[in-house]
């Protein structure tokens, strides 16, 4: 097989260890305009993959951001989650041809990460009001636009794993 049509998706995780300071020169070559959005994505489900091809399709990259372990723990969606570990999440998300890159974060939300690189788009899922989109009023105020997106298929990673158990 010829090496030039090889794949290597996993160059698109961006190692954990990285500082948030060092994250703007290791974007830099990322197509703009720049979308950003952020999630635990534990257990990748329908709902998760068509939101992420609707965020792609408001910039030319999109950017993930992951919880890592430590803080799903913290989001009290159960005492067995996250399912799977984050350095699992991070590759499973990064074969997806829609992202172009994946990061974590270890806070409770993205903000310095969002401070950080400061994407053209701001993304959440509708179930957020764009008011409470974190890090909104800093991308609105460096003149990038903050989504809201409307659920094409409602999917949930709690819903799915209460059907496992059951």
């Not at 984050?86 to 590759?91: A, F, I, V």
Request: hydrophobic share 40%; proline share 4%.
């Amino acid at each position: 097989m010829s090496s030039d049509r090889l794949l290597d998706t996993q160059s698109k995780v961006v190692d954990p260890a990285i500082s948030i300071a060092e994250l703007p020169e290791k974007l830099a070559s990322l197509a703009k305009p720049v979308v950003f959005t952020n999630g635990c994505f534990d257990i990748l489900h329908r709902g998760h993959t068509t939101y992420l091809e609707q965020a792609r399709n408001l910039g030319a990259s999109l950017v993930v951001g992951v919880n890592t372990d430590e803080s799903v723990r913290r989001q009290n969606k159960g005492s067995d989650r996250p399912i799977n570990a984050l350095e699992d999440r991070m590759s499973v998300l990064a074969s997806l041809a829609c992202v172009d890159a994946v990061i974590c974060f270890h806070e409770d939300t993205p903000l310095k990460v969002i401070k950080a690189i400061m994407p053209d788009h701001l993304v959440k899922g509708g179930d957020w009001k764009i008011v409470d989109i974190v890090g909104g009023a800093e991308v609105a105020d460096n003149g990038g636009e903050v989504h809201s997106l409307e659920f094409k298929y409602q999917r949930s990673t709690t819903s799915l794993l209460e059907k496992i158990r059951g």
